[in-house]
């Protein structure tokens, strides 16, 4: 049949891991690709397929074996993994072929770094491959240098500050959760390391990150690791609004409750609001709870807080009718939105990267309370790198008290460390527009992307070893 591979740039599939902190990014890259005249669709589970509604990007789904209601379903994390593999392969692959011999073959699977098997998957079908990392650069150079022998498990004392090319020097607080106690989630450590099992054979490696962000870790390891940085993947319409109507992910595995958030946010004055959000994964204590509540109320701040129905069940219907006064409680809220709005003053996060990502684009001062996993090292790097806000201190027992808390709010918000503070977050909005705008780091990155995908368009060129090079 003939071929209209010229009314596209190429076709590319992208594979996010099945949670919303992955499938974002993910989705964004796509709108990216597809705003530069690249064929996108994305390949999701059944489970989160139908969450998905984005114009200009197809949508296709894959089994991870768990097709009613996803992770939950399956034992455990191992189970999950090892499933998704077997049933990702072969219903990956199956995508791939529908396209075969349809006007717009698939020239390129971008996949999620947790997810290397899909790398396998492309090969097999002659076609590139690009690993798509969601983590900093920080912390992918630590998980490499574990990975390849070059760092030990478990840390010593003496190990400590840990010394890696292009980063600061690491203490143990700083550390990565899951590489303090190995032993505790296995499974999960494994999945962090095996993302670089077959990494020298991806044709392009991608970083949700930017040059002026973390150029020193990416020199630092770029010998190793020349991975593209593309970042920051969040909605145009927050950073360059080069892509139209592009102001929201368009992907939510939750009901939206964003009108009442915004509607009470019009009522305060400009940066009098802390936004209180822990994402969607962190479970705090039923005390440490407590102590943020009343820590809330003492501060006299205005405050709108992110808590899951799961959350909101641990705090005393006392304390939640006593800070309605300054507060505003709501299970979901459109954080890109709220973080956007001329009321927010600070941003109290537990440090997952894209949380991170949207405080430094939105350009909002933070308190950082890291609780697991790369959140440790995010944090470090907002208190002391970037210096856009403050890091909590947890006591013995591991909880951040009410006293404290109160002493960073207003340290971020009115203390004199917080002019400091405020001037460096602005100058990030700059430098994380800068990036992804037309001309920028990323923009060029992303542009070199699309044109090698354009010349393998029009010749049919097969794959061939590129690891981010012509």
């Known amino acids: 049949m003939e071929n209209n591979r010229g009314c596209y740039r190429g076709h590319v599939v992208l594979l996010p891991y099945p949670s919303q902190g992955h499938i974002n990014p993910l989705l ?5 690709l597809a705003s530069k005249g690249v064929k996108a669709t994305l390949a999701t589970t059944s489970y989160t397929v139908n969450s998905v509604r984005v114009p200009n990007i197809g949508v296709e789904p894959i089994s991870d074996g768990f097709d009613e209601s996803g992770f939950a379903q399956a034992a455990d994390e191992e189970t999950f993994l090892q ?9 990956l692959s199956q ?29 097999e079908h002659g076609i590139f491959g690009a690993s798509f990392f969601t983590n900093s650069a920080t912390v992918c150079s630590i998980l490499f240098h574990i990975h390849h022998g070059l760092i030990s498990l478990p840390f010593k004392p003496e190990d400590i500050p840990l010394l890696i090319p292009g980063l600061p020097p690491l203490n143990f607080v700083d550390l990565p959760g899951m590489l303090k106690k190995p032993d505790s989630n ?49 909605p145009s319409a927050y950073l360059d609004g080069q892509i139209k109507g592009d102001n929201g992910y368009g992907a939510s595995l939750w009901k939206p409750l964003g009108e009442e958030c915004i509607d009470w946010l019009e ?10 959000s822990f994402g969607s994964m962190v479970s705090l204590t039923a005390k ?9 109320k003492e501060s006299g701040v205005n405050f709108l807080w992110v808590v899951r129905q799961s959350e909101l069940i641990k705090l005393p219907n006392e304390i939640i009718d006593s800070v309605k006064e300054k507060g505003l409680l709501v299970t979901w809220c459109n954080q890109l939105e709220a973080l956007a709005h001329e009321s927010i003053g600070c941003f109290v996060t537990h440090c997952g990267w894209n949380s991170i990502l949207e405080g430094l684009s939105l350009g909002v001062p933070m308190v950082a309370v890291p609780k697991w996993a790369d959140q440790m090292t995010n944090a470090k790097f907002v208190e002391e790198i970037w210096e856009v806000g403050v890091r909590a201190k947890e006591d013995d027992e591991g909880i951040v008290r009410k006293e404290e808390f109160v002493g960073y709010l ?61």
């Open 267 to 276: 009522t305060k004055a400009p940066k009098s609001v802390v936004y209180v």
């Open 95 to 123: 995508v791939l072929n529908k396209f075969q011999d349809s006007e717009f073959p698939v020239n390129c699977v971008v996949y999620d770094s947790f997810l290397p098997w899909a790398l396998d998957v492309a090969k």
């Open 28 to 32: 964004q890259f796509a709108k990216r």
């Open 186 to 234: 296995p499974a999960y450590l494994r999945m962090q390391l095996n993302q670089y099992s077959n990494l020298d054979k991806a044709d392009w490696i991608f970083g949700n990150t930017f040059q002026a962000l973390e150029s020193e870790a990416a020199k630092g390891i770029a010998k190793l690791w020349p991975a593209k940085l593309i970042g920051p993947m969040i």
């Open 83 to 91: 499933s998704f593999k077997t049933n990702g392969s072969r219903t």
């Open 288 to 296: 440490q709870m407590e102590e943020f509540a009343l820590g809330l």
């Open 410 to 470: 207003k340290e971020v918000m009115e203390g004199e460390k917080s002019k400091e503070i405020k001037k460096n977050s602005r100058k990030w909005r700059e430098l994380a527009k800068k990036a992804i705008s037309e001309g920028g780091s990323s923009d060029k990155c992303i542009t070199e992307f699309v044109e090698h995908l354009a010349r393998a368009n029009r010749t049919g060129e097969a794959n061939t070893f590129l690891n981010g090079k012509d």
